[in-house]
């Protein structure tokens, strides 16, 4: 097994195959448009790109839950390189697809390879202490951050010449990760040979599991808010800067680009010094109030810079995912890290499947009157997490939020921490039989 704590080779190597990963997924965004409309010979692609972007979150939501099981049975690795592989495949077929059928075949297939996340994350879980958790999940999202930055401004150059080039662009670094991870990467969960049933295949089976264990039931609620909340930037972020304020595509580009840099920082040098400072709890409180409050200013913007200005504010409230993560990667047993993981992803990928049509319907119906109404809902549908949040802190008061709330929480200074799942009932069991 491998040793945890230190910045060691296979944390390195899995922080750069997620970067590529992401580089890879990045590098074909600003050209799908385009290929969509040369394919269907329409030039209106806005449905076949709405169903695109469903298709992929269906099947991420479909197979996240599956890969981190078989991950958990048969080991990181193998699965991780059976996933990369086949997402050089696919890209490659994408790139030479003559029909509108054979690209939906290959998002199908972009989708099943891309829920590879949930292996990475569980990839991450084995090689971490529970107290490094927080500061590596925050490395982990800083490098699929900055891959997709990179991603979609060499999409955007290669694109130039031609729509296919970015998708066998994007083949090439999928092959390339397929490489690193086939000859440096080590296996860091032991295979076991537990029974494995068509249940274990079932989505919605790890949803009710992960939603059976009552002491981490708040986290995992907030979580699923949050990634509802997240459909309102990443759906209309590109209409609303050009409704609003007059956005050009460059403009626009500056903007991802600039909000991207400010993510991978957050991640990589808050996450961690914050959750030392405060606990995982702090560090989510504190990401909890900086993204509210990001949300209300983008709804009253009135001017182009706003915007990023405001970014500072949404970066900080990344860093509520992988405070997440961490508190929830404490819960369960070190055999269900990928199946935990693997139910986050699914979640978020849930979220994802209706979250974009629900965010620009009311936009549309809003959009003469006041275009910031849909900022200001999502500002509210996240004022529920600030209850579950706080009961699911009073549940449980070991990890501290700073020295007065230590004191108030544990007066004897005994530092004791009961566990969630402890705070079931006798012969309650967290895991459910399909």
């Known amino acids: 097994m491998i040793a945890k704590g230190s910045l060691n080779r296979p944390l390195l190597v899995i922080l750069v195959t997620v970067m590529l990963d992401a580089v890879g997924m990045g590098l074909v965004l600003p050209v799908l448009p385009k290929l969509l409309r040369e394919v269907s010979h329409q030039p209106n692609v806005a449905g076949h790109f709405g169903y695109f972007l469903s298709v992929y979150a269906l099947m991420q939501f ?10 958990d049975r048969f080991g990181r690795r193998p699965v991780l390189l059976v996933s990369l592989a086949g997402a050089a495949v696919d890209y490659t077929l994408m790139a030479v697809a003559p029909t509108l059928g054979l690209l939906y075949v290959g998002r199908v297939i972009a989708g099943i390879t891309g829920a590879n996340m949930a292996v990475a994350t569980a990839y991450l879980a084995d090689i971490s202490t529970e107290e490094d958790r927080a500061g590596r999940y925050g490395l982990l999202n800083a490098s699929f951050g900055v891959g997709f930055v990179v991603g979609p401004m060499l999409g955007g150059l290669v694109g130039a010449y031609s729509s296919r080039y970015p998708f066998l662009a994007a083949a090439l670094f999928n092959g390339l990760n397929f490489l690193l991870g086939y000859f440096v990467l080590p296996e860091s969960h032991l295979a076991e040979r537990k029974s494995f049933t068509l249940p274990h295949l079932n989505p919605f089976r790890s949803l009710r599991w992960v939603f059976g264990l009552r002491g981490v039931l708040p986290f995992v609620l907030v979580y699923t808010i949050i990634c509802c909340v997240a459909q309102v930037p990443s759906t209309i972020w590109v209409i609303y800067g050009e ?97 935990l993981q693997g139910t986050l992803v699914a979640l978020m990928s849930l979220a994802t499947i209706a979250g974009p049509v629900l965010v620009t319907t009311l936009y549309d119906s ?27 802190r009073s549940r449980r008061t070991g990890d501290h939020l700073g020295a007065p709330t230590r004191a108030l929480e544990d007066p004897a200074g005994s530092g004791e921490r009961p566990s969630l799942l402890a705070a079931n009932r006798p012969g309650d069991s967290p895991e459910v039989d399909a």
């Open 243 to 339: 409704d609003r304020f007059g956005w050009d595509t460059r403009t626009v580009g500056l903007s991802f680009a600039f909000f991207g840099i400010l993510f991978a920082a957050a991640q990589a040098f808050l996450t961690g010094r914050l959750s030392a400072l405060w606990g995982e709890r702090g560090a989510l409180l504190v990401a909890l109030l900086a993204d509210n409050a990001g949300f209300l200013m983008m709804g009253f913007a009135t001017r182009g810079w706003m915007p990023f200005a405001i970014c500072i504010l949404l970066a900080v409230g990344g860093i509520a995912m992988p405070a997440l993560q961490a508190l929830l990667s404490k819960e369960v047993g070190e055999d269900q890290q990928g199946e």
């Open 366 to 392: 809003s959009r003469d009157t006041f275009p910031g109404l849909v900022w200001i809902c999502g500002s509210v549908v996240y004022l529920a997490c600030f209850p579950i949040f706080w009961y699911g």
């Open 62 to 71: 479909v197979f996240s839950p599956i890969l981190g099981a078989l991950s």
